[in-house]
């Protein structure tokens, strides 16, 4: 028996041990196993969070570079001489803003439509607001830029959503050329009234009104008695086809009818296609009276010596399209008259023909085949933009002015009003230059980035004029980001961070916790959403000091506090300093946490547990760097952190798992000053022990309840779930040992 239990019992021990062995070994692997793939899942997370960022902030810097650094297409030159300019460089004498007379003047009218806007008033007419302005600006060529706005806007026709399907349909387009042609047709009326007012002597202008009789004193004074080449008679001593091209060139259509009737023997069937066209709102004849008339030009009018029969015929008929007719077009306003009166549209997307021109191929004519250099647009850039306006090419028109320093200001208000009234096609992107073109749109339309247009403009004057550059940023409400973010949080964003006025701008928190408002209140009608959107963009730029105060301000208690603590926790330890971070975060946490308690502001457990911790573990640090060792060590028993008994070390070890990060990372530092706090007490203690008269011979007691405190510490260093750094369990050991 005896050798059968030992047999029994060895192969117990041969089959138990290391079969116990093999589920060690087993459970380890497993262990190891699930570390490792947890480590390589946080690592991948890690790195895609990374890399996130890194592309969120490459976008973000990217499009700040856009804005910075014009390309090549949109180079800023200054073309002007210093005395046609002198209105732009008068800068305002007093006061800090960078803003010049002309740019307050825009600024001020800005100021006053967005008032209307956000507090639900009738809308004003914008493009009449800068208009108004414009006359006081002291310069011919920007009032006639206005005007030439306020006459092209003016459609009768309320835009669609879909801007492009507006602007390319038939309707807006012979609108567009209208509008143009009456612009063209009243402005050089003006220049016939100035010419014959400057010649009264000679043009014999008499009392009688109306068109036609000042055309008689205009002739009187532009064309010699006796003008060779000229054909079929004349009407009261001046030839019968100046008489009706310049009545057309006015845009008296009924006083070219008069002079017509006047030579109806001379005419002939011409007098029943005036009268056609008179009577037509697009001032087009019927396709047979067309072809008719078109017949007989070829036939015998294209070779005639009359310029102004040529003329005139080819505007009634809309044909020879090829002939620039330069005797009598002699100005580019004369020009595009010619061919805006020649534009035909009859078919959709007629391609160019002998006698066809259609608006888009007119603008691609104007536009890329005669460019800037044609017009010396370097010389003339009030020319070329009324060139390309007037031919509906806003885009184009605006992009250029811009270009020009001393006009910028003029092009971003235009941009404005088209953009208020949705004729401006944009850009589908912010990345896109400031002029771009989709190959998806018809030629030779061009898109415009306004929100890139408005950052260039408000650039200038936003560290010194936060408040104006805050008015233009509201026009890019409706405009978003690539992210889908409001561009006007994302500017507001830009511009609280840049400037540092959050109090003017945003607003700030008076001592009883009321709000004081802001400039931004009366555009965001919930205001706290849009703070806390820009606080989350300072937070995610690392900017924690801004993100508190504006979280604050926005009412966000526990951001607050989650990010008020993760500014404390590196600072605890630091000795304090004045002027120092910690010295100021330390201020502002205090203040944060008096307000709170008056106000009992009601927040997370967990963060406002940690937030006042830290605030006491920088008192107590304080104490300690101060040599106060004794309330030091009241303030660490009160606290509850660390036990100093060996009774409390399980109880304490279990509540610092519940403690954050923010606190549990400063534990060593915590615990290396309550050590040498007792190592200290200690020293004083055996020193204050020794000899002397009225002195006890020992303080055993105390001593060993130091030690005892200290093995507390020690032992509540070994147990605790938290990795020390560095050498400071050895340097524990060291002072525990020191008092032993």
């Known amino acids: 028996m005896p050798n059968k239990s030992i047999q029994s019992l060895s192969f117990f021990i041969l089959f138990y041990f290391p079969f116990q062995s093999f589920l060690k070994n087993e459970r380890d692997n497993a262990h ?110 920007v009032v006639d830029l206005w005007a030439m706005v306020q006459q092209m806007t003016e459609v009768g026709m309320e835009p669609s959503r879909d801007t492009l399907a507006f602007r390319t349909s038939k309707r807006i387009q012979m609108a567009f050329v209208r509008q143009a042609l009456g612009y063209l047709e009243s402005s050089y009326k003006q220049y016939v009234m100035a010419a014959v007012y400057g010649n009264l002597q000679q043009a014999q202008l008499g009392g009688i009104p109306g068109t036609l009789h000042l055309i008689h004193s205009f002739l009187n004074v532009k064309l010699p008695t006796h003008v060779p080449g000229l054909q079929d008679g004349e009407v009261d001593g001046h030839p019968v086809w100046a008489l009706l091209y310049y009545c057309l060139r006015c845009g008296d259509v009924a006083a070219a009818l008069t002079v017509a009737r006047c030579a109806e ?44 029969k040529r003329a005139v015929w080819a505007v009634v008929g809309r044909c020879d399209v090829a002939d620039a007719h330069a005797e009598v077009a002699e100005k580019t306003d004369d020009y595009i008259w010619l061919k805006l009166s020649q534009v035909s549209f009859d078919e ?88 771009s073109r989709e190959h998806t749109d018809p030629a030779p339309l061009r898109r415009l980035n306004f929100v890139r247009l408005v950052m260039l403009y408000t650039r200038k004057f936003e560290p010194t004029d936060p408040r104006e550059a805050l008015q233009y940023f509201y026009f890019l409400r409706s405009e978003k980001n690539g992210q889908g973010e409001s561009m006007f949080l994302c500017c507001v964003a830009e511009l609280v961070m840049e400037t540092r006025e959050f109090d003017m701008l945003l607003g700030r928190l008076e001592q009883d916790g009321t709000r004081r408002s802001g400039a931004v209140d009366k555009f965001c009608p919930d205001i706290k959403d849009t703070v806390c959107s820009i606080a989350a963009v300072a937070e995610n730029k690392g900017l924690f000091e801004e993100a508190v105060k504006l979280y604050d301000l926005a009412g966000n208690v526990d951001k607050v506090l989650e990010l008020m603590s993760r500014l404390l926790s590196p600072l605890v330890a630091a000795p304090g300093a004045p002027h120092s971070n910690r010295d100021r975060l330390k201020t ?147 002072m525990d040992a020191l008092m032993n």
């Not at 800068?91 to 010049?100: E, W, Y």
């Not at 020009?404 to 004729?423: D, F, G, N, Y």
């Not at 830290?614 to 060792?629: K, P, S």
């Open 32 to 141: 190891i196993s699930v570390i490792q793939d947890r480590h390589i899942q946080t690592f991948e997370i890690a790195k895609k969070s990374h890399w996130d960022s890194l592309l969120v902030n490459w976008e973000q810097e990217k499009q700040r570079i856009l804005n910075t650094l014009l390309a090549a297409e949109d180079e800023t030159f200054d073309i002007l001489p210093e005395a046609e300019r002198s209105y732009v460089t008068e800068t305002v004498p007093f006061g800090r803003s960078v803003l010049n007379s002309t740019e307050l003047a825009y600024a001020r009218q800005v100021y006053i439509y967005n008032e209307k806007i956000v507090h639900g008033l009738q809308r004003p007419k914008f493009v009449s607001m800068f208009a108004n302005a414009a006359e006081g600006m002291d310069d011919k060529n």
């Open 265 to 308: 023997a001379q005419l002939g069937e011409f007098l029943t296609w005036l009268h056609e066209y008179a009577q037509d709102d697009g001032k087009s004849l019927t396709p047979s009276a067309a072809g008719r008339l078109r017949t007989q030009y070829r036939r015998g009018v294209r070779g005639c010596t009359d310029p102004y």
């Open 348 to 435: 959709e997307g007629t391609v160019m023909g002998q006698d066809h021109i259609t608006l888009s191929h007119f603008q691609t004519q104007l536009l890329e085949d005669y460019g800037e250099s044609h017009f010396s647009a370097a010389t003339q850039p009030f020319l070329y933009f009324q060139v390309l306006f007037l031919t509906a090419q806003f885009e184009a028109a605006i992009a250029f002015l811009f270009r020009i320093e001393c006009l910028r200001s003029h092009a971003v208000h235009i941009a404005l009003t088209l953009q208020e009234l949705r004729l401006l096609l944009l850009s589908t992107t912010q990345a896109a230059p400031l002029l």
């Open 588 to 734: 502002a946490a205090l203040e944060i946490a008096d307000r709170y308690r008056t106000l009992h502001v009601g927040t997370d457990k967990a963060l406002s547990t940690t937030f006042y911790l830290l605030l006491d573990l920088i008192t107590f640090f304080d104490e300690y760097h101060a040599g106060q060792v004794d309330r030091a060590i009241d303030i660490m028993d009160k606290l509850k952190l660390l036990p100093l008994s060996l009774e409390m070390v399980d109880e304490r070890a279990a509540a610092f798992r519940n403690l954050l990060d923010e606190v549990r990372k400063n534990l060593p530092e915590v615990l290396l000053a309550t050590m040498n706090i007792l190592l200290t007490k200690f020293r004083r203690t055996r020193a204050a022990g020794g000899a002397g008269p009225g002195r006890p011979t020992t303080g055993a007691e105390d001593l060993e309840l130091l030690r005892s405190q200290a093995r507390a510490l020690l032992t509540f260093a070994g147990i605790v779930s938290y990795r020390l750094v560095g050498d400071t369990n050895a340097r524990l050991v060291q």
